[in-house]
């Protein structure tokens, strides 16, 4: 089973913030958290990843609590492209396995 | 990063016919896996494929439904054998150079 829950679906503005949630409250120490996405049945995209420290990329911003038991994966200004699902995996480092679950289908709105 | 094709994009075929798909990454990589989605679904996982040695297949998979060749560093083949329209999915390939996989476009099977 995957080891991170994410909101089924979210709508967002054109032009505004999109923040994606996601929860792996059983995360260990060497763990890193991995967001993907997939437009329209597309191959999984990469995003961003992280293990403890904030991280920040030309696409995206990805946000760990202090606790690492969630995060949050920004959009600073979502456009129309940016509609499809997005996964959050956990994974120690190491290992290879990915386990995905049913991600969160991001809609931006015009 | 790395820059993974697959072939076919997309194919219709018969129940009981077995169908090839091949991956292609722009550069050498010990690990490679293959997945597969059914439709709505979310992802899972069938076989790790590393060179020099045979695959490993994951829970509810076995070899002689999805053979699995890894001929070379880059480059990688899956069957999918006697097919059934059960199998109709997209079949992904992905390849993880260092600490990140990067996966293909997909190839979208249709059985009939």
């Known amino acids: 089973d995957a080891k991170t829950t994410q909101p089924t679906s979210m709508d967002c503005a054109e032009g505004r913030a999109a923040n994606l949630p996601c929860n792996h409250s059983t995360i260990s120490g060497n763990e890193y958290v991995y967001w993907y996405r997939q437009i329209h049945s597309q191959g999984p995209q990469y995003i961003i990843h992280g293990l403890k420290n904030n991280e920040t990329n030309e696409m995206a911003s990805l946000i760990i609590t202090e606790d690492r038991k969630s995060s949050t994966l920004i959009l600073p200004h979502a456009t129309l492209r940016d509609t499809a699902v997005y996964y959050c995996?956990?994974?120690?480092?190491?290992?290879?396995?990915?386990?995905f679950g049913t991600g969160t289908r991001l809609k931006v709105l015009a | 990063s790395a820059v993974i094709s697959q072939k076919p994009s997309r194919d219709i075929c018969q129940r009981g016919t077995s169908l090839t798909i091949q991956c292609q990454v722009d550069?050498?990589?010990?690990?490679m896996f293959w997945y597969r989605q059914q439709p709505g679904q979310s992802l899972t996982l069938i076989a790790t494929?590393?060179?020099?040695?045979?695959?490993?297949?994951e829970s509810g998979f076995v070899i002689d439904k999805f053979p699995i060749s890894r001929p070379n560093l880059t480059f990688s083949t899956l069957t999918v054998s006697n097919m059934s329209p059960e199998d109709s999915s997209i079949y992904l390939c992905?390849?993880?150079?260092?600490?990140?996989?990067?996966f293909g476009p997909g190839t979208r099977l249709l059985v009939l």
């Open positions: 550069s050498q990589v010990t690990m």
């Open positions: 494929a590393n060179q020099g040695s045979e695959a490993t297949y």
């Open positions: 995996i956990v994974r120690a480092s190491g290992t290879y396995k990915y386990i």
């Open positions: 992905s390849a993880e150079p260092g600490e990140t996989q990067y």
